[in-house]
């Protein structure tokens, strides 16, 4: 099948910035990826987000928000375009993920703000958003979407394998011999409690490296009380909203002692994927941006024993990734092939989704 040119686009649950990168595709097995950046939010839209999260605010305030967002992603797109020297007419389709705002499956909820007709309109390129939720009408999760990408990377890699995508929450893809061996879900929290805690306590955006983590001790029995949530021993597929932990039992600690034992949580709750998974994984790939904390990779290398790496390692950006499989998926959708499978999302069949706008 003939590779498409796609932009992926996406708006994480860490509140960071918009993703945009270029990748041509098959939708199947070939990838070649090109240009990235991340777009940081223009000045307010970030608070702006963050007051909507949980569909909370007026509706006419979240329409603003969609709209504001979809005009930064446009600006995303234009600042792609010019980094790789490419014309919008060079570029097929555009997979635009848009943000998250609530996402509840077992309600059959899950709502992403962004206007594909808009974005189409603003780009003159055809777009593809609304991703999750023809999964979640079969009965899915309609996450992780990410699996079936990681299976199209690791293509010629030794399993099982597990890629492990830290962002603000964490989820994992594990991946046996056959091509179908494909089993993912959301393991728990990644950096978003990581980053709101550090945000209140030093008005710095995140732990830069782990520093103020490896400067912390563990509380064992506050990591016990996190670590008791239902949530870790539930069976897979199963995903998570951004806000589902409470981090209330850390409450009392100070700065350092609270970014450990937070860290130390996401690394647990990583841990606590392995009985979940059919066999245990050789080694663990991970994406997103909890790999550049160095804390937390020491601690995901003590508890799970194997060898855990950046997915750097192979050659591939874990800070383009994410994006990456939006625009993959996009091609997937165009050509009516399914984003995701029973055992990423739980969905009772295969199920194909994504709404097209033409400009
Ligand atoms: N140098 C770094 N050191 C530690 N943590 C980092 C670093 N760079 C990024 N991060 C973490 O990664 C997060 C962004 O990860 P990302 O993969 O973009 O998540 P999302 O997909 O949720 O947006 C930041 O909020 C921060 O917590
Ligand atoms: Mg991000």
């Given amino acids: 099948m003939s590779l498409l040119t796609t932009i992926g686009l996406m708006s994480g649950t860490s509140l ?3 993703d945009a990168a270029l990748i041509r595709t098959d939708g199947r097995e070939r990838v070649e990826a090109g240009a990235f950046l991340t777009l940081p939010y223009p000045d ?4 702006r987000l963050r007051a909507c999260l949980g569909g909370r605010g007026p509706l006419a305030e ?9 005009l930064a992603h446009a600006e995303a797109v234009r600042a ?3 980094m790789a020297g490419l014309a919008p007419n060079a570029v097929d389709l555009i997979g635009f993920h848009g943000h998250t705002i609530s996402h509840a499956p077992d309600q059959h909820l899950t709502w992403q703000i962004g206007d594909g007709a808009g974005l189409a309109a603003l780009t003159g390129i055809a777009v593809i958003n609304d991703f999750r939720s023809a999964d979640v009408a079969a009965g899915g999760q309609g996450a992780p979407l ?19 995508n830290i962002g603000g929450v964490s989820n994992v893809t594990w991946l046996g011999a056959g091509a179908e061996d494909v089993l993912a879900f959301d393991t728990g929290p990644g950096n978003a409690l990581i980053d709101d805690w550090v945000w209140r306590h030093t008005g710095l955006r995140y732990d830069e490296s782990g520093t103020l983590a490896a400067a912390g001790r563990i509380d064992e029995t506050v990591l016990a009380a996190l670590l008791a949530q239902p949530y870790f021993r539930q069976p897979a597929p199963k995903s998570l909203d951004r806000d589902a932990f409470d981090p209330a039992p850390v409450a009392g600690l100070s700065v350092e002692d ?3 034992t937070l860290t130390a949580f996401t690394a647990a709750a990583i841990a606590a ?10 080694r663990w790939l991970v994406t997103g941006g909890g790999r550049l904390n ?14 855990v790496e950046p997915v750097d390692d192979q050659g591939w950006s874990g800070d383009a990734l994410e994006a990456q499989a939006f625009g993959y998926l996009a091609v997937r959708s165009l050509r009516d092939l399914p984003l995701s499978l029973p055992s990423t999302t739980g969905a009772p069949h295969p199920v194909r989704g994504g709404r097209l706008h033409r400009p």
């Fill in 294 to 307: 160095t804390t937390l990779m020491a601690m995901l290398k003590a508890r799970l024993g194997v060898a």
């Fill in 146 to 164: 990410v699996p079936l990408y990681h299976r199209a990377l690791a293509a010629g890699l030794e399993r099982p394998l597990a890629l492990l």
């Fill in 16 to 18: 960071d910035g918009i």
């Fill in 273 to 282: 994927a392995r009985p979940l998974l059919p066999a245990p994984p050789l």
């Fill in 258 to 260: 609270g970014t450990a």
């Fill in 80 to 82: 792609l375009l010019a």
């Fill in 62 to 70: 979240i329409a603003a928000v969609e709209r504001d967002l979809t």
């Fill in 44 to 47: 307010g839209l970030r608070d």
